[in-house]
């Protein structure tokens, strides 16, 4: 697949690193930036990251082939519409977003004749952000879903996977609703739980934790404004997942309010059966 112009809209660590692997692999001519901070666009250009950079988002929009929203997931649905209003027929629009139901919903048919949007997300990422952290291997291997609308055209999905292929990932086809009630098991309750567990150590303890308690809270690293809104926007889903750890929690305190070995080993073993299957995948 070859782009010729490639807009990426937030140049944080998905954003970067989706410039840089495009640049690398020669996927597009030239791959501009948009981002509201100066100091994001001029290390991205520094690094070589971007052939250009632009502040106003319309600006770029027209010049653009395909663009790429990897902002907060609460503003990508109003950048899309926005930027539709200036992009010249035949340009896609996709995102990074962690969560896709609110925002196809919110972009659908609200874009001019010959301008489609095909929502995707990268399952790959850091808590670590900005482009200082871009990699161009960040996507190798690793899994994309995209979520078309049932008015998707085949022509349009397949330039989309092919984008994301062409990155060097691979790519899942699903309904957004479907992969947000999914999300909200294998990726934003995880992260709740980083932030919960870390939120209740006490300043005392700092100096006994090691690297199981590091392990486990190293997502509360990442951004909170950004990990909000994904949270609210997936607020539906991320509740049940919520009410089936309470279910677990409350089988691993029932065992241990009667010293029940027997079942404390059931459950841990069934933990260890998941994390080992998970690691020969």
């Known amino acids: 697949m070859k782009i010729n112009t490639l807009v990426i809209v937030g140049v944080g660590l998905i954003g970067g690193s989706i410039a840089l692997a495009a640049r690398r692999r020669g996927v597009a001519a030239r791959v501009v930036g948009v981002d509201r901070q100066p100091d994001a666009l001029e290390r991205a250009l520094r690094d070589g990251l971007l052939d250009g950079a632009y502040s106003h988002l319309a600006a770029a929009a027209g010049l653009a082939d395909l663009l790429v929203f990897c902002t907060p997931v609460d503003n990508i649905a109003a950048q899309v519409i926005e930027s539709a209003a200036s992009c010249r027929p035949g340009t896609l629009l996709t ?48 899994l994309v879903v995209v979520t078309p609308e049932p008015d998707t055209t085949d022509n349009t999905l397949s330039q989309i996977r092919d984008f994301w292929t062409a990155l060097g990932a ?9 992969h947000d009630r999914a999300l909200a098991l294998t990726s934003h309750l995880p992260h709740l739980l ?19 308690f590091r392990d486990t809270t190293r997502l509360a690293a990442g951004q909170p404004a950004l990990w909000s809104a994904i949270f609210r926007a997936n607020q539906t889903h991320l509740l049940a997942s919520l ?9 691993f305190r029932d065992a241990l309010l009667q010293g029940d070995q027997a079942a404390l080993e059931a459950l841990l073993q069934q933990g260890k059966q998941v994390r080992d299957d998970l690691s020969h995948r």
Do not use: C, N, W
Request: no cysteine; net charge negative.
């Open 95 to 142: 995102d990074a977003g962690s969560t896709k139901a609110a925002i196809v919903r919110e972009v659908r048919g609200r874009l001019p004749a010959g301008v489609e949007f095909v929502g995707s997300h990268p399952l790959a990422g850091s808590e670590k952000h900005g482009p200082a952290h871009a990699s161009a291997h960040l996507l190798e291997g690793r």
């Open 170 to 178: 691979r790519v899942q086809v699903m309904d957004a609703d479907e």
């Open 194 to 212: 980083s932030s919960a567990l870390a939120g209740i150590l006490p300043p005392e303890l700092y100096d006994l934790t090691a690297t199981g």
């Open 243 to 251: 009410d089936r750890l309470d279910e677990q929690l409350r089988r």
